[in-house]
């Protein structure tokens, strides 16, 4: 079981808004910033978004991250059928060190 | 450009030790922070550890201390991640990556290695 809770599935048709939650505790996410990647089965995985909300050059601005207190949230608006993957969170741990979720598979449908 | 290349897979029986490598070029090795994460068959991403090159501070997740040792040359700007006594659940994926700065606290990893499968059989 993660630090960092992460549901385990979302879904949504082309077009629609997807939320994944990101849920910690104040000696993390809390105190810490928030790091996204998506990771397509079978490759690496890729930054999509630092430091609670920034976005590294050439990621598409449908990705978008926020946070509050010791919660945080990626969405993706606009889905589109390549954005099928795995999404973590990571965060560091003033205790434990580096954190990630337990990952969220997304599926378009 | 910046990246990193992980040694090719390796299979190992259980008892045996192993040596892992990543080596960085297209930038500075020894002012960026390199990880390591465990990514377990069909599961999900596992932060085990980190090191800075430029002086050797090294930090292990909990779960990961006194499992495996993380180390790195400089002059060859290579990271090593090795275990003295494989077990059959060591196998896995595991993944080199790079800190995008200097910061453990803000920093996610910008750029990651192809990969390294490792599977401990009798």
């Known amino acids: 079981q993660s630090v960092l809770t992460q549901p385990p599935s979302a879904s949504g048709t082309p077009g629609q808004r997807v939320t994944i939650s990101c849920s910690g505790s104040?000696?993390?996410?809390?105190?810490?910033?928030v790091n996204w990647y998506q990771q397509v089965p079978g490759t690496a995985p890729k930054l999509l978004i630092y430091r609670d909300n920034e976005r590294p050059s050439g990621v598409p601005d449908r990705f978008s991250g926020s946070k509050s207190g010791i919660s945080a949230s990626l969405a993706i608006s606009g889905l589109q059928s390549e954005d099928e993957a795995d999404y973590y969170c990571?965060?560091?741990?003033?205790?434990?060190?580096?954190?990630f979720g337990g990952g969220t598979k997304v599926t378009v449908l | 450009e910046v990246q990193l290349v992980q040694s090719g897979a390796e299979v190992k029986k259980p008892g045996e030790s192993l040596k892992i490598s990543c080596k960085g070029s297209g930038y500075s090795f020894t002012e960026y922070w390199i990880g390591w994460v465990r990514q377990m068959p069909g599961k999900g991403l596992e932060w085990m550890g980190i090191?800075?090159?430029?002086?050797?501070?090294?930090r292990y997740s909990p779960s990961f201390r006194g499992q495996v040792t993380i180390s790195a040359d400089e002059s060859i700007t290579t990271a090593y991640l090795q275990w003295s006594s494989l077990k059959a659940s060591d196998t896995a994926v595991y993944h080199c990556?790079?800190?995008?700065?200097?910061?453990?606290?803000?920093?996610?990893?910008?750029?990651w290695g192809q990969g390294t499968m490792v599977t401990v059989s009798s």
């Open positions: 104040s000696s993390n996410i809390g105190g810490n910033s």
């Open positions: 990571g965060a560091w741990d003033d205790s434990l060190g580096g954190l």
């Open positions: 990556a790079r800190l995008a700065g200097d910061s453990l606290i803000y920093d996610g990893f910008n750029i």
């Open positions: 090191i800075y090159p430029g002086d050797s501070d090294t």
